[in-house]
């Protein structure tokens, strides 16, 4: 009987990977006023659940697919309360998917349109892209993290990056090839 | 199931030239003060999951704050490895509301901000944000401590003060505040440009609070004084060692800035 991994704690896990879920959570869409206290209930779950045991995820993929379960609730919660006190237009900007005054003076115009795009995907899409072109993470720690088959992971990463072109209206490279081709005389 | 390729460097193809942008954006994020803020959290009461159903494993006077944070750990008490249960897809709405304030230049908390890319990989910044009290706050009843209040830097050096009690050792959080408070200072130094106090400094933390929290971020904050006094070759020995152990280390791209220069 092979011995149990030894599992991470949290604290080890904040020093190692805070930045990374910093910047992972402003990438999936958390405005900068909110990511200090997403992060820190990302570890505090990670806390909760006895820290990362070593597995087909690796801490990374793991402590994000947390990210986006706490930035929703967060989300929801906020929400709530704007509502609850009548700010309309509060609840109009939470319903937008326009990045915030704050991000749109911090990113320069090509990493602003791409995080413009990103906010307009699915989160189940959007994480997988985040994780997979921008992070580096393998489909199968996305897969195991997000508790999906890895051919899942691979059909979200290809409706991502479809519904990122829509939205960038800008076609693939080898549909262009087909529409040069077509207009070729 | 073969690996599908990243998108490719083709620069025919505008979306892969917008991931090759995005893949640089740098989030600063104040690390030290946030694990200051974490650990005091985890000493304040929030423990190992380990409740079932009666939720005894939470102090009772946590309050409602703590349930909204165990109603997002709910989701995961049936996990019992990453690798072994699914975790349920995110919910569809997950965009934060606006803060409607202005973000302040002075942050008392572990804040974020983006780096602009033309300064991401420049020199030493230093961030103004206060250190934490000597005494960490207690867990409110939200479960986190509350962001810590501004107060004047208390520790630059490594003796305790005549005026802490000598026959009682420091609590965890005087110590995390103390050597959080003396990583600051570090900082300031370096970027004020009085590099040899900052060494310095690195020294005596390293005498004090030895393999503590904020030791990865001290043994970089020591090849960037090295570099900052001209001492190129223990600079680039210190790190290699450093970026070698830790490529993505808190203060790995400074390093290989000032090492390029």
Same mark, same amino acid.
């Given at each position: 009987m092979t011995p149990e991994p030894q599992a991470v704690s949290a604290t080890e896990l904040f020093r190692r990977h805070a930045g990374f879920i910093a910047r992972f959570v402003v990438r999936y869409g958390v405005e900068l006023a909110d990511v200090d206290d997403v992060v820190q209930e990302v570890f505090l779950v990670a806390h909760a659940h006895g820290g990362y045991r070593p597995g087909p995820a690796k801490p990374t993929s793991w402590l994000a697919a947390i990210a986006v379960r706490v930035a929703s609730s967060h989300r929801r919660k906020l929400r709530t309360r704007a509502f609850g006190r009548g700010q309309g237009e509060l609840i109009d900007e939470a319903a937008s998917d326009a990045p915030s005054p704050e991000v749109r003076a911090a990113l320069d115009g090509d990493m602003l349109r791409l995080h413009a795009a990103l906010r307009s995907l699915a989160p189940e899409h959007r994480v997988t892209f985040i994780l997979f072109e921008l992070e580096g993470e393998p489909c199968t720690s996305i897969a195991a993290a997000t508790g999906v088959p890895v051919g899942t992971v691979h059909s979200r990463l290809y409706l991502a990056r479809r519904r990122l072109r829509d939205a960038l209206g800008s076609p693939s490279p080898r549909a262009q090839e087909i529409q040069w081709t077509s207009h070729d005389p | 199931m073969d690996e599908p390729r990243p998108l490719s460097d083709d620069d025919r193809d505008p979306l892969a030239r917008l991931v090759r942008h995005g893949r640089g954006l740098e989030v600063a994020y104040d690390v030290e003060a946030g694990l200051a803020r974490h650990i005091a959290a985890i000493d304040g009461g929030a423990q190992p999951w380990s409740m079932t159903s009666g939720g005894s494993g939470w102090g009772l006077g946590l309050g409602l704050g703590v349930i909204a944070i165990a109603a997002v750990v709910a989701g995961w008490i /049936?996990?019992?490895s990453p690798e072994a249960t699914p975790v349920a897809t995110a919910a569809t709405d997950d965009v934060a509301v606006i803060d409607a304030a202005p973000v302040p230049q002075t942050r008392a908390f572990a804040s974020a901000a983006i780096v602009p890319t033309s300064t991401a /990989? +420049? /020199?030493v910044a230093v961030d103004e944000v206060a250190p934490p009290s000597g005494s960490l706050p207690a867990v409110p009843a939200r479960g986190l401590p509350p962001r810590a209040r501004p107060v004047a830097p208390r520790v630059a050096a490594s003796a305790p003060t005549a005026a802490s009690a000598p026959e009682q050792a420091p609590s965890t959080d005087d110590r995390i505040a103390r050597e959080a408070a003396q990583i600051r200072q570090i900082r300031r130094d370096l970027a004020e440009g009085r590099a040899a106090a900052a060494l310095r400094s690195c020294d005596a933390g390293d005498d004090e609070? +030895?393999? +503590?929290?904020f030791a990865l971020e001290r043994q970089g904050l020591r090849v960037l004084s090295l570099f900052a006094l001209g001492r190129r070759d223990e600079a680039m020995s210190a790190a290699t060692r450093y970026l070698d152990a830790h490529p993505k280390g808190p203060l790995a791209a400074k390093i290989r800035a000032a090492a390029a220069d």
């Open positions: - | /049936a996990m019992r /990989a +420049g /020199a609070f +030895g393999d +503590g929290v």
